[in-house]
């Protein structure tokens, strides 16, 4: 978890394993957390629901 200039927490992920084969809801998961392809990276606000979104498909992703 990083502190961004604004001082609201944010977190960094990347998408390190293939969606392929995955279950629907966990690509559109994937998706709503801004990631496309692979090693694709995003910053999202540290919320409860990103939180949330990140466990659910944390084996494809790495939180930098």
């Not at 279950?23 to 919320?47: F, I, M, P, Q, Y």
Request: charged share 25%; hydrophobic share 40%; aromatic share 2%.
């Amino acid at each position: 978890m990083a502190d961004s200039g604004a001082g609201k927490a944010t977190v960094r992920i990347k998408l390190v394993k293939s969606i392929a084969g995955t279950r629907e809801s966990h690509r559109a998961t994937v998706r709503g957390l801004g990631l496309r392809k692979l090693n694709s990276e995003s910053t999202l606000e540290d919320t409860p629901a990103v939180r949330g979104m990140i466990n659910k498909v944390s084996y494809l992703l790495r939180v930098l």
